[in-house]
Nanobody, 125 residues
Framework: QVQLVESGGGSVQAGGSLRLSCAGN?????????TGWFRQAPGNEREGVAF????????VYADSVKGRFTISQDNAKNTVYLQMNSLKPEDSAVYYC?????????????????WGQGIQVTVSS
């Protein structure tokens, strides 16, 4: 019954911007402890990018994106966003949103029971 649908990916030149959206039906659930964005580039491990919780009042970012990316949410639309500015080629990856269903560190991917399908972001130099 839980669904997460991602949109907004694509290709941009270095220095450009993209906004990813994650629409779902879990953001008002009592078992939803936040929503995260993760990414995986070919040959690399999937890594945490950003996390939003406390009803959208609190956020956490990986050091590699802090100052460039912004995570936010619109509770009325049941949507979480990832605004990506000043994009670099190393940001190229498949990006996933996921709903955290267990208490624990935000970067522990085992705590996220629901995942989006993944969406490609490509940044050219």
């Amino acid at each position: 019954q839980v669904q997460l649908v991602e949109s907004g990916g694509g290709s941009v030149q270095a220095g450009g911007s993209l906004r990813l959206s994650c629409a779902g039906n879990t953001y008002s659930s009592s078992s939803n402890y936040g929503t995260g964005w993760f990414r995986q580039a070919p040959g690399n491990e999937r890594e945490g990018v950003a996390f939003i919780y406390d009803g959208g009042l609190s956020t956490v970012y990986a050091d590699s994106v802090k100052g460039r990316f912004t995570i936010s949410q619109d509770n009325a639309k049941n949507t979480v966003y990832l605004q990506m500015n000043s994009l670099k080629p190393e940001d190229s990856a498949v990006y996933y949103c996921a709903a955290k269903t267990y208490v624990g560190p935000w970067y522990n991917q085992a705590l996220y029971a629901y995942w989006g399908q993944g969406i490609q972001v490509t940044v050219s130099s």
